[in-house]
Each structure stands twice: as structure tokens, then as C-alpha cells.
């Protein structure tokens, strides 16, 4: 079996070279006619083949133009047509008749049997030395189902699904700290892509249904057919008008794809890292609290040492007994220790509290509690003396005699403006006598048997507060001149009194890097620390003792036997409160120039510089006592610092306050940092989403309407298709001229082409393939296939007269070319 090879690429031919060869063999076949229905036996399948550039010479040797041809085994004509030999010395064969030779821009009638076709040949071998097998079989696996109308629709879903992947990725990383930020960025940036890329594939599949619609719709110049085919990868085609006239889906559809690339650039700038406070509940080291009832069992004798360091109490000590320092209880009526003031840690806290104006913190305490570069905060509830104060009386008319009645030591008159005075402090009424008796070294009694009264604590002295307040406090200065209009209205006198409360506390702690702040969110006054009421301060010794107070009821005093547990907690309060009030008491005259007598002057109580008591003095005295009680939480030695989260365990001082080696009860809280944290503007990311999903939609939309007008028949911009496009043998008809590199000359590119039916009406007995357009007649031909009068019909490009002249042909005189509107779902082959 001889074997030839036959190359077929662009040529210039003409017409009646191809026409001789079909004059010679009547049965040849064009290879780029359409494929007619089959009746009986296939023919022969075709050889192997493989494209390959050739170059062609001249009649005169000259080079003619380079091209794609087809380098197969068969015969070739004179005029270097390909015409393919049947190596069984069957007709001709016309590769366009198998499955796999029709161009999907083709109609035909029926579909033949793929799998019968094939099976003759199973077991044939077409070479020349061995058995007959077969040269073309059908593929193993196909990627037709790609190329189908659901993969626009699955393109869609596609990028809804990633642009809600890249929200919900977003979401689980808002307020995170800022770790990984390059891999996460990335991520988001790879959801960012596949959404643009899904949504692209959508539009781009549109876009090419389109594009063919748009061309069988349109009589356009090939520059223009130019334009539409690349402007997806040319901006060039943008700048021509006609596709702006005639094409405005095209370009819609290719602006969207031009402007997709702005999606992976807005949607991933929605995730930013900003300085922000990250918040999480855990629990804290070496969190204290007061827990004021071991005072109960405190005493001086005993060192009560903890880690190695004594324990402290807030009062000082006498005793009945000489050198009873070996002796301990039970106490009797001859041996008991008594009351004797403030202990010096106290006084020393009392006094650092006054001078600083804040609760003094205990050191290194947000780094022990909170961890290094944590702040934290939290709450702590317990119970420790507090004052409960009443405004009585104020301004110039308030009830003198009234105030008298209730005890009040002063009056509305002893203040400015009309008396002399800006600040009255009377606290100490009703003190704890010292000593309470003569005594010997450590306040051993010298006279036996001793006062039944010996060391009572009888009453808590009341504070009675007076102070005048500015009515023009925006003045530079306040009026100091008795004589002057002004000062007459320039002052309000305010009166008012507080007593000690046994108090329960709830207050947040704050700790911000080395600063740490309170705030006392609640507060509920229990019972007061002794239930008594002043009667009378006696000038004479009434009961054997220094003390001249006298209360009601006596049978309330606290008597430091036999419940001595009793009289120390009682002590520690009133420890407390005398440490505050020594702060508190005094005067201060103001005229003719201030003149005070007072410690307040040393407290954030008493402006510096107009010497005058703050406007909201009440509410600024209490807050004074507050912030001494919770400043005994500096000084861990103290009996009553507790742990917080065991309030029954006294701290004491650890042996080691970092966190890492801390073995202190943990304390809920919450841990605060300044760090970066990622911060997600959902916003952002969906306005860009939502304009590229919707404009997906809508060219989606677009897309479907021209699958229904393509008979919902899928269509490519392939190089393949646009050669079956381009086979017409009238463009060999144009003005070509010879170009070593296939550059197309200008009056072809502003050559009017159309794309539909075309009818060759020189192919005489070309069968006709059933495009089911036309109700016209047909012709039986040679291979059962109908005809078209004397030529082969088939889609492609050709001038406009020649379409016009198949639609004559096919459809009639009376058929208009199809107009319908790029929205319509009116298939075209039935137009």
C-alpha cells in the first residue's frame, strides 16, 4: 500500500482548482463541508495526521506565504488540495462524516453511531506489514462535559461560595492578635483570586456565547470582528466606534472582565491591623483582698510570721500585767490588753494616702498580677469601716437651731461670709481617752482594782463638717474683703456630718502597665461600729478613768474583756478612723487672710490655691477614707490582706511575686494589652463582592439569552473555530497579498463580513446537512443526503451579498435575516 503525504495549509487557490478536483472524483468531498447524515456503512476513517507550518513556494520559486497546513497520509491534487485515499481502496474519504471531523458550528441532521462506526475497525491494522488495526479510535477520556451551559452557572456559584469563604475567614480573624500576617494576608488573597477567577470564568463563558450572537447578528467590518473576538485581551478594540454602535454587549461583557482584577485588589485591603486593646477572661496571681476578722485573733505577742516576715496589726497595745510578754490568754479580769492607738505601718499608710491623693498601690503589683504586657482589671467585694455622711444644711437661710439640736458644735454663722471661717472640722467628740489611766511602763495600771470602764471603747466620734463653697467659681479669685458687695454673695456655707459604718465594698481594680486606679462600684453601710450616741463630754472624772465621754447606751460599749475578739476588730476600725481624722480636724480663718489650722491642707480636700474646701467636700471626705482602707492592700504584713480568691488565707508577703513561679489562689479577671489585632471592615470587602457578583448576574443573564439564540449549543473563540469559521472558498476571493509573516492588508480589514448559512452553489452534489431551517424541498443525492440546489450549506463568515444570497436560497424571498434583541431567549435556527 503506497503511502503519501499531503499538506494543507493557507494557500491562495482558487475556486476552479477545487472544482476540477470534484469534476475528476464526483464522490470527493470538500474537508470543510459539513457532514451529511449517514445511511449505511461509514466510510474509511482516517489516518494519522498532525498540523504542522510549512512554508509554500511560488511558480517561480519564489516564497509565497507561510501557514498551517495538515501533514497526513493520502494523495494531494495538482493545484495542492488535500484529497484523502481510503487505504482499503474505498471512495474517498471525508473526514468531516465521523463524529469527530464535524466543527461544532455545524447542524446536522442526526447524530451517526459513534459506537458502530468504530467497532468495524476494532481489530484492523492499516499498516502496510501487519494485520489490520485500527488508526482512529475513539479518545479514552473526554473533556466534552466541560464545554457545557452548566459550567457558567457552576463558575457563579463558584465565586459566591469563595467571596463567602473569604468573609467568614475574615470574621474568625477580626480582634485577633496580629500573628502570621503575611500567611494570613496571603490566604485572604488566594480567596480573593478564586472568587475573581470563578466570577471571570462566568462572564468570560458569556462573553463567548456573545461574541458569536453578536456576529451572525451584525454585518461588520472584519477590524471590527477583530475587535470583538480579542478585546477580552486587547484594550485596542475599546477605540473602535462600530463596536460601540453595533456591539454594545460585547463590550459591556468585555469592560466587566477588564475591570474583575479590581476585586483581588479592594476585597483583601478590608483585613488591616490596627493598635488595639485585646480583652480575654483568665485568671490572675497574687490578687488581695481585706478580710478585717483576723484581727480577731492578732496578738501583739506573737510575730505571726509568714514567709519570714511578721505579721501586722493596724492598733497598738497596753496591758494590765507587767512583763506579760511570756504570758498569753485566757485573759481574766486582772489580765488583758487594752487599746492604745494606731500602729505605725498604719499611720504610715494613712499618711502616704493623704499626701498622694490616691490609693497607694503595693509595688510591681500589675506586673505580679497581671503577667508582663497584660493589663488587667477586676472585682473584689469584702467588708472594712466606712463613713456614712448627711448634708444638713446649706446656704445663708438654712435652720441654725435646728442644726444645734442635733448637736452640731457650730453653725451657718461661723462661716464665711458671715463669719470668718472657710472650713470647720469638729471630729474628735467623743475620742478614746489616752491614757486612760495612770500607768507604768506599757500602760500596766498603777492602782488596782482597775476601772470597770478600763480601756471601753464607748462611741465613735461623728465628724461635723462645715465649709463655704464659691457661688462664682469661674472667678479668678474669690472675694476676701468682709466689706465688699461681693463677698456677701460670693459664698455659700455648707454643713454637714458623717459617722462610721461598718461597710461592705464591691471595687474594681485596674491595672495599666505600672499605674494602677479603683473604683468603688458599690457600697452598702451594715451597722455602725459602735451602736452608740454621745450624751455628754464630762469635765470631771465619772467612772475612775481619763475618759469623760459618756454614750447610750453604756451597756453597748466594747469592753476589752471578756469578748476581746470583739474589742480588737472594733479597734482596728477605730484605728482607722482616728489615723483619717487627724487629717480631718481643725479650722481655717479666712479673714481678713487665710490662716489654717489644719492637716486637710495637706490632702487633695483643701484648694491650694484659694484655701478653700473643694465644692463637693462630702463626697471627696468619704472617698479619702475609701482610699486609705484600700491602700492597706500595699502592705502585704498586714493581718488583714487575704488572698481573694481564699479569703480566709492571709497572703503575707510571697516568697516570689512573678507570675511564672507564683503559686498564690488564681482570681478571675480580665486580661487587657494594647497589641496589633487585626481589624476586618465587612463593609469594604462586600460593596466590592456585591457590585462583582451582581455585574456576574447580570452578564450571566446575558449569557444564557445567547445560548438560547445559539440553540443552546456551547461556543468557543478557539483558533479551531475560528478556522471553520474562515473556510468559505469566497474570502479567497479578497484582495490577499503575499505576507512572509500574515499581516492583513487594510481594505480586507475594512471588508464587511457577516457570519450564518452559506450555500457553494459551484459544489454541485455536495450533500446538504440538515441545518432545519427550511421548509423548501430537497434533492436525493448519491449518499441519501438532501441538497440545497447545486451547493454544500454550513455556517461561516462570507460577504454580506453571500449570505444574503443562501438566505434567499434556504429561507426564501419572504424571510427577513433574524433581528431579534441580545435579551431574547428566541432560538436562532427557527428565526
Not at 472544482?19 to 466510510?43: E, F, N, R, V
Not at 459566591?160 to 502570621?180: C, Q, T
Not at 471627696?620 to 492597706?632: D, K, M, P, R
Request: contains cysteine.
Amino acid at each position: 500500500m503506497a503511502s503519501h503525504t499531503l499538506q494543507y495549509g493557507q494557500q491562495q487557490s482558487t475556486n476552479a482548482d477545487y472544482h476540477g478536483l470534484q469534476q475528476q472524483d464526483p464522490t470527493l468531498s470538500d474537508p470543510i463541508a459539513p457532514t451529511p447524515g449517514m445511511t449505511s456503512s461509514p466510510a474509511s476513517p482516517p489516518l494519522p495526521r498532525r498540523v504542522t507550518f510549512f512554508q509554500r513556494t511560488g511558480r517561480n520559486g519564489s516564497l509565497a506565504g507561510i501557514g498551517l497546513g495538515i501533514n497526513q497520509q493520502g494523495g494531494t491534487t495538482d493545484s495542492g488540495r488535500v484529497r484523502q485515499a481510503s487505504p482499503f481502496g474505498s471512495p474517498p474519504y471525508d473526514e468531516t462524516k465521523t463524529p469527530h471531523g464535524l466543527h461544532q458550528n455545524e447542524y446536522y441532521a442526526g447524530t451517526p453511531d459513534t459506537a458502530g462506526f468504530y467497532s468495524q475497525y476494532q481489530n484492523r491494522d492499516l499498516s502496510p506489514d501487519g494485520p489490520e488495526k485500527p488508526l482512529l479510535r475513539p479518545p479514552r477520556w473526554s473533556w466534552s462535559w466541560l464545554n457545557a451551559p452548566w459550567v457558567m452557572y457552576a463558575a457563579l456559584f463558584l465565586g459566591i461560595v469563595f467571596a463567602g469563604s473569604h468573609h467568614a475567614f475574615y470574621v474568625s480573624l477580626n480582634g485577633k492578635p496580629a500573628d502570621d500576617q503575611l500567611k494570613m494576608m496571603r490566604f485572604g488573597g488566594f480567596l480573593s483570586y478564586a472568587s475573581k477567577a470563578s466570577l471571570f470564568a462566568a462572564v468570560f463563558f458569556a462573553y463567548r456565547q456573545q461574541v458569536w450572537v453578536t456576529v451572525r447578528r451584525r454585518h461588520l467590518r472584519l477590524k471590527t470582528v477583530d475587535g470583538i473576538f480579542a478585546i477580552s485581551q486587547d484594550l485596542t478594540g475599546l477605540f473602535n466606534t462600530e463596536i460601540w454602535r453595533k456591539s454594545k454587549v460585547v463590550i459591556f461583557l468585555a469592560v466587566i472582565m477588564w475591570l474583575f482584577p479590581l476585586v483581588v485588589i479592594l476585597t483583601p485591603s478590608s483585613l488591616t491591623v490596627e493598635l488595639r486593646e485585646e480583652a480575654k477572661q483568665a485568671e490572675c496571681s497574687t490578687v488581695r483582698t481585706l478580710n478585717f476578722d483576723t484581727e480577731r485573733k492578732k496578738n501583739w505577742r506573737l510575730a505571726d510570721r509568714l514567709y519570714g516576715y511578721p505579721g501586722f496589726s493596724l492598733s497598738l497595745w497596753n496591758c494590765t500585767l507587767t512583763n506579760s510578754s511570756e504570758v498569753f490568754e485566757p485573759y481574766n479580769q486582772t489580765f488583758y490588753d487594752y487599746w492604745d492607738g494606731i500602729s505605725q505601718p498604719a499611720d504610715l499608710v494613712t499618711k502616704q494616702t493623704a499626701y498622694s491623693g490616691n490609693v497607694v498601690p503595693r509595688e510591681n503589683v500589675a506586673l505580679d498580677t497581671c503577667g508582663r504586657g497584660w493589663n488587667c482589671s477586676y472585682v473584689i467585694t469584702f467588708e472594712a469601716p466606712g463613713y456614712k455622711c448627711d448634708e444638713l444644711g446649706r446656704g445663708l437661710n438654712m435652720d441654725n437651731k435646728a442644726l444645734r439640736d442635733r448637736g452640731a458644735p457650730f453653725d451657718s454663722s461661723d462661716l464665711i461670709p458671715k463669719g470668718d471661717y472657710a472650713y470647720i472640722a469638729d471630729v474628735m467628740a467623743g475620742e478614746y481617752a489616752r491614757p486612760q489611766v495612770d500607768t507604768l511602763e506599757g500602760g500596766v495600771p498603777v492602782k488596782k482594782p482597775f476601772p470597770r470602764h478600763l480601756g471601753a471603747l464607748r462611741t465613735e466620734p461623728v465628724l461635723w463638717i462645715g465649709h463655704s463653697v464659691r457661688t462664682r467659681p469661674n472667678d479668678a479669685l474669690p472675694p476676701s474683703k468682709k466689706d465688699n458687695v461681693d463677698f456677701q454673695s460670693g459664698y455659700e456655707p455648707v454643713i454637714f456630718r458623717c459617722e462610721h459604718y461598718v461597710t461592705r465594698y464591691t471595687v474594681q481594680f485596674n491595672h495599666t502597665f505600672s499605674s494602677q486606679s479603683t473604683k468603688v462600684i458599690q457600697k452598702q453601710h451594715l451597722k455602725p461600729i459602735i451602736d452608740t450616741k454621745l450624751e455628754t463630754v464630762n469635765s470631771t472624772l465619772a467612772d475612775g478613768t481619763n475618759d469623760t465621754t459618756t454614750a447610750q447606751p453604756k451597756n453597748n460599749y466594747i469592753l476589752p474583756y471578756p469578748d476581746y475578739e470583739l474589742y480588737r476588730l472594733s479597734a482596728a476600725y477605730h484605728s482607722l478612723g482616728l489615723g483619717f481624722r487627724q487629717f480631718l480636724k481643725g479650722k481655717i480663718h479666712y479673714i481678713p487672710f487665710p490662716n489654717p489650722t489644719t492637716d486637710a491642707t495637706q490632702t487633695r480636700l483643701i484648694d491650694k490655691a484659694t484655701f478653700l474646701a473643694v465644692p463637693n467636700l462630702m463626697d471627696a471626705v468619704q472617698e479619702f477614707y475609701e482610699n486609705i482602707t484600700l491602700s492597706l492592700l500595699s502592705n502585704p504584713q498586714f493581718m488583714i490582706v487575704s488572698w481573694a480568691a481564699e479569703p480566709q488565707t492571709r497572703s503575707g508577703v510571697t516568697a516570689s511575686e512573678s507570675p511564672e513561679d507564683d503559686t498564690s489562689p488564681k482570681y478571675p479577671c480580665v486580661k487587657t494589652r494594647i497589641a496589633n489585632s487585626y481589624l476586618y471592615v465587612q463593609r469594604d470587602l462586600w460593596i466590592a463582592y456585591s457590585i462583582a457578583i451582581l455585574a456576574t448576574i447580570i452578564c450571566v443573564g446575558l449569557g444564557t439569552a445567547a445560548l438560547a439564540q445559539n440553540n443552546y449549543h456551547v461556543r468557543d473563540v478557539k483558533v479551531s473555530s475560528v478556522i471553520a469559521a474562515t473556510r468559505a472558498p469566497c474570502l479567497e476571493e479578497l484582495p490577499w497579498k503575499t505576507s512572509k509573516w500574515g499581516e492583513v492588508p487594510w481594505e480586507i480589514k475594512e471588508t464587511r463580513l457577516g457570519y450564518g448559512v452559506i450555500s457553494d452553489r459551484e459544489s454541485v452534489g455536495t450533500p446538504r446537512i440538515g441545518i432545519g431551517l427550511s421548509n423548501r424541498p430537497t434533492t436525493a443525492s448519491s449518499t441519501g443526503a438532501s441538497t440545497v440546489g447545486n451547493g454544500r450549506v454550513y455556517y461561516g463568515f462570507a460577504p454580506p451579498e453571500v449570505l444574503e444570497r443562501t438566505r434567499r436560497e434556504t429561507f426564501g424571498p419572504e424571510r427577513g435575516r433574524p433581528k431579534s434583541s441580545p435579551f431574547s431567549f428566541k432560538i436562532w435556527e427557527h428565526s
